[in-house]
């Protein structure tokens, strides 16, 4: 089941992709694309863009060249009301879960609706409560942001990001900082989520093996370039030395563990030649 | 770079960091004022704004108001009884609270109470992903959680101004009349013959309209622009309530000029 980048039933696709912030390259012409209907997954170290490049797909930055493709249309060349309206489409679950603190998770998830509908409140209720019960909190619609942990708190985010039935989720690092529990609970919910009810997912992380276990292709990005691609298998199977050293953790590698110095007897000696 | 020019260049980049911060102030600011429409079709979220920004002011407004004016009682009677002038104590207390006291400490104590509140309520949920949040829901932030703000503080300043004012006049009334023994008949004809509706109770309404932009304008604006970490808004709520300190005294000048300056 290899997809192949130039699939046209890509839901996204990124061409000669290039963005620079305060003068430094983050993405140096990258093309990527999203199939429908799957899961994908954009790994890559820390800082090398991979929230950016979310943020480039929602329209909430501008790339310097090259173009992102929603569903057919170029994200950047729409007015700001088709780019509401397409965001209306896209959901996005961000690091933090982003939830409204000084509303309740109730009304954290009925937010999108009072905004964008005017659905009667039972309507609204009967939506809120299916939305919670499918991420396991129908019971915890009364507590306020801060009471829940950081977990629930992305669950209730998950949540508020379907309530609109989008067409996408995209997910920046769902897993960083979970315990193992709901680790399990959230790479549960966003491969049933996306097969039941026919989403399109992209999950950003850096957490290997989760990210691995649920996605259907695997982007690989480091220093501005997509490094590597494939399915999980075809990834972890890759004999390059800096994918291989990624998909394992090994501390030193192609990248070193330590940060560029000179030479260490000299450094230590250093001080007496003062 | 040429040593000499150095200060030269250093001071030209910050003129030019100034400039295009004002400049985004200012387009912030129109953002803003496209709010507004929304803002009168939902009263509710203008109510809980008003309740925040200006109904938890009032307790500090009305401390602060009444000392002030009793402290104006005191030194307005030493003043004034070295020239057999204490009647006027009234003119002079409520002069100096509409005209110039109560718009401008109100704004100063509005700019600490409520406006480093909004600077860092925003600046908060700028550094926790509130607001991104909100524009990926397809919700404009500034629409939906900064023109409400906006509007609430405009609002709210000239009410804070006029209890200032109010509660001043009753605590230089109760130093003036209640313990040093100022003519209670004199104290209150006199203020009410001398205080002009037009020159002073008009201006001092501008005033503190003007202020209220001022203060709430830069209160939300640095909570929107500030850099979107725990450091960053601590400072940006720090610059929130010295800028508009220094703003309101700067145009309480101009605008007194402008207004009483004529004759
Ligand atoms: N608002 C910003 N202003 C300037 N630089 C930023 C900003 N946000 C992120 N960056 C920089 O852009 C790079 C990519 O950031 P990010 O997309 O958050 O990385 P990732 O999500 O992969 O960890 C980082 O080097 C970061 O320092
Ligand atoms: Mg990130």
């Given at each position: 089941m290899t997809f192949q980048p130039s699939d046209t039933t890509a839901l996204v696709s990124i061409r000669g992709l290039s963005f620079s912030r305060n003068g430094r390259m983050i993405f140096d012409k990258i093309d990527l694309d999203i199939p429908r209907g799957k899961i994908t997954a954009i790994m890559g170290p820390s800082g090398t863009g991979k929230t950016t490049l979310l943020k480039l797909i929602g329209g909430q930055l501008r790339p310097d060249s090259g173009s992102v493709r929603v569903d057919g249309t170029d994200v950047h060349r729409l007015g700001l009301d088709d780019l509401y309206a397409l965001r209306k489409r896209m959901g996005m679950l961000f690091q933090s879960g982003a939830l409204l603190t000084d509303l309740s998770v109730y009304e954290n998830v009925a937010f999108p609706l009072r905004e964008h509908t005017r659905l009667?409140?039972?309507?609204?209720?009967?939506?809120?409560?299916?939305?919670?019960?499918?991420?396991?909190?129908?019971?915890?619609?009364?507590?306020?942001?801060?009471?829940?942990?950081?977990?629930?708190?992305?669950?209730?985010?998950?949540?508020?990001?379907?309530?609109?039935?989008?067409?996408?989720?995209?997910?920046?690092?769902?897993f960083t900082g979970q315990d193992p529990i709901s680790m399990g609970v959230l790479v549960q919910l966003i491969h049933d989520l996306n097969h039941g009810l026919g989403l399109t997912s992209v999950v950003v992380s850096h957490d290997v093996h989760e990210t691995a276990s649920i996605a259907d292709y695997v982007y690989l990005i480091s220093g501005g370039k997509v490094v590597g691609q494939g399915t999980p298998d075809e990834v972890a199977r890759s004999d390059s030395p800096w994918i291989r050293q990624f998909m394992e953790g090994l501390p030193d590698g192609p990248v070193h563990f330590h940060y560029p110095s000179k030479d260490y007897a000299s450094d230590l000696l250093?001080?007496?030649?003062h | 770079?040429?040593?000499?020019?150095?200060?030269?260049?250093?001071?030209?980049?910050?003129?030019?960091?100034?400039?295009?911060?004002?400049?985004?102030?200012?387009?912030?600011?129109?953002?803003?004022?496209?709010?507004?429409?929304?803002?009168?079709?939902?009263?509710?979220?203008?109510?809980?704004?008003?309740?925040?920004?200006?109904?938890?002011?009032?307790?500090?407004?009305?401390?602060?108001?009444?000392?002030?004016?009793?402290?104006?009682?005191?030194?307005?009677?030493?003043?004034?009884?070295?020239?057999?002038?204490?009647?006027?104590?009234?003119?002079?207390?409520?002069?100096?609270?509409?005209?110039?006291?109560?718009?401008?400490?109100?704004?100063?104590?509005?700019?600490?109470?409520?406006?480093?509140?909004?600077?860092?309520?925003?600046?908060?949920?700028?550094?926790?992903?509130?607001?991104?949040?909100?524009?990926?829901?397809?919700?404009?932030?500034?629409?939906?959680?900064?023109?409400?703000?906006?509007?609430?503080?405009?609002?709210?300043?000239?009410?804070?101004?006029?209890?200032?004012?109010?509660?001043?006049?009753?605590?230089?009334?109760?130093?003036?009349?209640?313990?040093?023994?100022?003519?209670?008949?004199?104290?209150?004809?006199?203020?009410?013959?001398?205080?002009?509706?037009?020159?002073?109770?008009?201006?001092?309404?501008?005033?503190?309209?003007?202020?209220?932009?001022?203060?709430?304008?830069?209160?939300?604006?640095?909570?929107?622009?500030?850099?979107?970490?725990?450091?960053?808004?601590?400072?940006?709520?720090?610059?929130?309530?010295?800028?508009?300190?220094?703003?309101?005294?700067g145009w309480d000048f101009v605008l007194t000029a402008l207004m009483f300056g004529k004759d």
């Amino acid at each position: 089941m290899t997809f192949q980048p130039s699939d046209t039933t890509a839901l996204v696709s990124i061409r000669g992709l290039s963005f620079s912030r305060n003068g430094r390259m983050i993405f140096d012409k990258i093309d990527l694309d999203i199939p429908r209907g799957k899961i994908t997954a954009i790994m890559g170290p820390s800082g090398t863009g991979k929230t950016t490049l979310l943020k480039l797909i929602g329209g909430q930055l501008r790339p310097d060249s090259g173009s992102v493709r929603v569903d057919g249309t170029d994200v950047h060349r729409l007015g700001l009301d088709d780019l509401y309206a397409l965001r209306k489409r896209m959901g996005m679950l961000f690091q933090s879960g982003a939830l409204l603190t000084d509303l309740s998770v109730y009304e954290n998830v009925a937010f999108p609706l009072r905004e964008h509908t005017r659905l009667p409140e039972s309507m609204i209720r009967s939506l809120v409560l299916m939305k919670l019960e499918a991420v396991g909190l129908r019971g915890a619609r009364d507590l306020m942001p801060a009471q829940l942990s950081g977990g629930m708190a992305r669950r209730v985010a998950l949540a508020r990001a379907i309530v609109l039935d989008p067409m996408m989720i995209m997910y920046d690092e769902p897993f960083t900082g979970q315990d193992p529990i709901s680790m399990g609970v959230l790479v549960q919910l966003i491969h049933d989520l996306n097969h039941g009810l026919g989403l399109t997912s992209v999950v950003v992380s850096h957490d290997v093996h989760e990210t691995a276990s649920i996605a259907d292709y695997v982007y690989l990005i480091s220093g501005g370039k997509v490094v590597g691609q494939g399915t999980p298998d075809e990834v972890a199977r890759s004999d390059s030395p800096w994918i291989r050293q990624f998909m394992e953790g090994l501390p030193d590698g192609p990248v070193h563990f330590h940060y560029p110095s000179k030479d260490y007897a000299s450094d230590l000696l250093g001080f007496a030649a003062h | 770079m040429n040593s000499v020019l150095k200060p030269f260049q250093i001071l030209g980049e910050s003129a030019l960091v100034s400039l295009r911060k004002l400049g985004r102030a200012n387009l912030f600011m129109l953002h803003v004022a496209t709010g507004f429409p929304g803002i009168l079709a939902r009263p509710r979220l203008l109510a809980a704004q008003m309740y925040s920004v200006g109904v938890l002011s009032v307790l500090l407004i009305l401390i602060s108001g009444l000392f002030v004016g009793m402290v104006l009682g005191l030194q307005g009677y030493y003043v004034l009884t070295d020239f057999g002038a204490e009647e006027s104590l009234g003119v002079m207390v409520a002069a100096s609270l509409v005209r110039e006291l109560g718009p401008v400490v109100t704004a100063l104590l509005f700019a600490g109470r409520a406006g480093s509140a909004l600077t860092a309520e925003i600046g908060l949920m700028k550094a926790t992903e509130q607001l991104s949040g909100m524009e990926m829901m397809a919700v404009d932030p500034v629409k939906r959680i900064i023109a409400p703000r906006f509007f609430a503080g405009l609002v709210s300043m000239p009410l804070l101004a006029a209890v200032f004012s109010l509660v001043g006049v009753l605590g230089g009334y109760f130093v003036g009349v209640g313990l040093l023994g100022v003519d209670e008949g004199a104290f209150r004809s006199q203020m009410q013959a001398k205080i002009d509706f037009d020159e002073d109770i008009v201006n001092g309404v501008i005033k503190s309209l003007v202020f209220g932009a001022i203060v709430t304008w830069i209160a939300v604006f640095e909570g929107y622009d500030s850099v979107p970490t725990s450091e960053g808004v601590s400072r940006a709520t720090t610059r929130s309530v010295v800028y508009a300190a220094f703003a309101v005294l700067g145009w309480d000048f101009v605008l007194t000029a402008l207004m009483f300056g004529k004759d």
